[in-house]
């Protein structure tokens, strides 16, 4: 019997055997194994060489190992590693860079009504007016820091909420020869400051004394540092205020007997109304920018009460009603 030796695994076996049996009873063995345990992965290699696969479980337990300590070492000592390498370390601040400042915005002035009457050709009151109306007050909507205030445009700032006492609709007439009349005010701290819008039409005292110096119309403030009140004052007639008297109630009649006429063409007493058309209006004060009373139609009769300049007249007429009221108009619509 001769023996012969297998290329593979190199025993020698008789060569009754066809195949070397050493080789395969170890090809048995493994897939023996690999049936037992597939997941070792455990398999002959096609080549020449032949051996088993490498065993990946103890790398992947290494590196799963090393993760682990490298985890635990940050949770232990991540901070101080991070100062240590200035992790925390704040940037610095640039030179010359400064936070914005939010500019303050300038202190705007009340805006004043434009005149609401028209120019109607069939009622003609004389001229037209060239300026805003002076009869609208300021405006009591615009609300600024409590403080003081040392001015009339400042104090018009304020809002609201001071109330007069002892006139109605926070607007009355004075004549010059009527003298002082004092304006009585609630509300606030009751500590107030008076001013006059034009201390040349009226002036005011501290005490709310209002003195009417000379025809025109001005405005009336009272305010106690937080709040104001504003009334409008309506100065008529000529010459210069009397001393100061007891104040009085203002009125808005007519005295029964006319004055002299103060200057004018026209003549104290009764006139005609001329050149109207459809009628002329009655103003509230000697120009366009006053409020209208009335129209007294033309050829209606009035009273002139005298002269007040800039050819306007004091008159009185019979309002609705049969209330005689007085009012101003100009003297080119006039006639004795």
């Not at 008789?14 to 997941?39: G, I, N, Q």
């Not at 060489?49 to 990946?56: A, I, K």
């Not at 109207?276 to 009655?282: E, M």
Request: with cysteine; aromatic share 6%.
């Amino acid at each position: 019997m001769a023996m012969k030796r297998c290329p593979v695994c190199g025993e020698r076996y008789s060569d009754t055997y066809k195949y070397c049996p050493f080789c395969e009873e170890e090809d048995l063995d493994r897939e023996e194994e690999v049936r037992r345990a597939p997941s070792r992965g455990v398999r002959r290699s096609g080549g020449s060489g032949g051996g088993r696969q490498p065993n990946l479980v103890t790398p992947t337990l290494v590196v799963l190992i090393l993760f682990m300590a490298a985890l635990l070492v940050y949770l232990l000592w991540g901070d101080k590693i991070g100062e240590k390498f200035g992790k925390d370390k704040e940037p610095d601040n640039k030179p010359g860079v400064e936070d914005p400042v939010t500019p303050t915005p300038p202190a705007q002035k009340d805006p004043v009504a434009q005149d609401p009457a028209g120019t109607n050709p069939d009622e003609p009151d004389g001229e037209m007016p060239e300026g805003p109306d002076a009869n609208t007050p300021p405006d009591a909507g615009t609300t600024q820091p409590a403080g003081p205030t040392g001015s009339y445009e400042a104090a018009s700032a304020l809002p609201g909420g001071l109330t007069y006492t002892n006139i109605r609709g926070d607007d009355f007439t004075r004549n010059i020869s009527e003298g002082v009349y004092q304006l009585k005010v609630s509300g606030g701290s009751g500590t107030y400051t008076w001013m006059s819008e034009d201390p040349g039409i009226a002036s005011v005292d501290s005490s709310g004394n209002v003195t009417p110096i000379s025809a025109g119309m001005t405005h009336i403030l009272v305010t106690d540092g937080t709040r104001k009140a504003v009334c409008i004052v309506r100065v008529t007639g000529t010459g210069s205020a009397p001393a100061p008297s007891t104040p009085s109630t203002p009125s808005t009649t007519t005295p029964s007997t006319p004055a002299p006429s103060g200057g004018g063409t026209l003549k104290a007493g009764a006139a005609t109304v001329i050149n109207g058309g459809n009628g002329v209006r009655v103003r509230s004060g000697p120009g366009t920018n006053y409020d209208i009373l009335a129209t007294v139609p033309n050829g209606g009769s009035v009273q002139v009460i005298q002269s007040v300049g800039n050819d306007w007249y004091e008159i009185t007429f019979s309002n609705v009603g049969g209330v005689t009221t007085s009012g101003y108009m100009k003297g080119e619509f006039l006639s004795n």
